[in-house]
Nanobody, 120 residues
Framework: QVQLVESGGGLVQAGGSLRLSCAASGRTISGYTMGWFRQGPGKEREFVASITWSGTDYADSVKGRFTISSDNAKNTVFLQMNSLKPEDTAVYYC???????????????WGQGTQVTVSS
């Protein structure tokens, strides 16, 4: 059974930084696409970033501010978020799937989410 556990969310002022972590068990992350998605208040879940052995992808809204990385030895994925804006406020979800793609429906394992709140 695959388990993804996010941590690192919290409250930060605009312009600040946070680092999210996603610890995986039951699946070796190096063999899958690992992604971050977010869902803001009243919004649909949206793609943020993903990482596979072949590279990384980012949503346009976070390019240049967010960086996704992984530590295969720890089976953990990270999302470094810099220059945070109030519109980044959302529940952030870690996800895993077999295909490199930004569509949530293609990911078959999800974490419970971690809240990120950016104050202005």
């Amino acid at each position: 059974q695959v388990q993804l556990v996010e941590s690192g969310g919290g409250l930060v002022q605009a312009g600040g930084s946070l680092r999210l972590s996603c610890a995986a068990s039951g699946r070796t992350i190096s063999g899958y696409t690992m992604g971050w998605f977010r869902q803001g208040p009243g919004k649909e879940r949206e793609f943020v970033a993903s990482i596979t052995w072949s590279g990384t992808d980012y949503a346009d809204s976070v390019k240049g501010r967010f960086t996704i990385s992984s530590d295969n030895a720890k089976n953990t994925v990270f999302l470094q978020m810099n220059s945070l804006k109030p519109e980044d406020t959302a529940v952030y979800y870690c996800a895993s799937g077999p295909i490199r793609a930004p569509m949530a429906r293609l990911y078959d394992a999800w974490g419970q989410g971690t809240q990120v709140t950016v104050s202005s």
